[in-house]
């Protein structure tokens, strides 16, 4: 992704390397050492840079786990199953999405859609179980792997797993059905 600074800034998520934030200019053979810096550790993933200030940055790394980056730290925004409740199953890449119409809102998925409408601190379910129920292995399955929602119309949600299966939701998570 990109942030909206002049000039901007590239982040991506690298296997094994975490995720890396470095400069959209060109860069001269002498600067390509130091241009480019780790912002988060474990296997990088999905990246999110809140346009209102360039500098909030919501990332994960293997398995769901996810931070708010800003220039006071780091802080943990991982979603945890509340007691007696089914355990989150998160994929290896943990979809991350930051709503188009309001950079507080955050979406996430496991078996389930999770929303967080205060930047991560909390979060709750907006859907059930939208997977197969597949048996769990040594690697969970039965997980989403994309999320998006439309730029146009706020509460249009699409959700992907890795079973198959492709979620729409037209109401902002109440109702999800088999996309055609």
Same mark, same amino acid.
């Given at each position: 992704? #990109?942030?909206?600074?002049?000039? %901007?800034?590239? %982040?991506?998520?690298?296997?094994?390397?975490?995720?890396?934030?470095?400069?959209?200019?060109?860069?001269?053979?002498?600067?390509?050492?130091?241009?480019?810096?780790?912002? %988060?550790?474990?296997?990088?993933?999905?990246?999110?840079v809140n346009p209102r200030d360039n500098t909030t940055i919501y990332t994960e790394s293997q398995?769901?786990?996810?931070?708010?980056?800003?220039?006071?730290?780091?802080?943990?925004?991982?979603?945890?199953?509340?007691?007696?409740? #089914?355990?989150?199953?998160?994929?290896?890449?943990?979809?991350?999405?930051?709503?188009?119409?309001?950079?507080?809102?955050? %979406?996430?998925?496991?078996?389930?859609?999770?929303?967080?409408?205060?930047?991560?601190?909390?979060?709750?379910?907006?859907?059930?179980?939208?997977?197969?129920?597949?048996?769990?292995?040594?690697?969970?399955?039965?997980?989403? #792997? #994309?999320?998006?929602?439309?730029?146009?119309?706020?509460?249009?949600?699409?959700?992907?797993?890795?079973?198959?299966?492709?979620?729409?939701?037209?109401?902002?998570?109440?109702?999800?059905?088999?996309?055609?």
């Amino acid at each position: 992704t #990109t942030d909206r600074a002049e000039p %901007y800034k590239i %982040y991506g998520g690298l296997q094994d390397n975490g995720v890396m934030a470095g400069p959209a200019t060109p860069l001269k053979p002498q600067q390509q050492t130091d241009a480019w810096r780790a912002i %988060y550790g474990g296997d990088g993933g999905f990246v999110q840079v809140n346009p209102r200030d360039n500098t909030t940055i919501y990332t994960e790394s293997q398995f769901g786990h996810m931070s708010r980056l800003e220039k006071s730290g780091r802080t943990v925004i991982r979603p945890v199953h509340k007691l007696k409740e #089914t355990p989150h199953r998160f994929n290896w890449m943990t979809p991350l999405l930051m709503s188009p119409h309001s950079p507080d809102i955050l %979406y996430t998925g496991s078996q389930e859609v999770l929303r967080s409408l205060d930047r991560g601190a909390t979060w709750t379910a907006i859907s059930g179980d939208l997977t197969t129920h597949p048996k769990v292995g040594n690697v969970p399955y039965g997980t989403f #792997t #994309t999320l998006a929602e439309s730029p146009k119309r706020f509460g249009l949600l699409y959700a992907g797993t890795d079973d198959g299966l492709v979620q729409v939701s037209r109401d902002g998570g109440f109702t999800w059905k088999h996309a055609k």
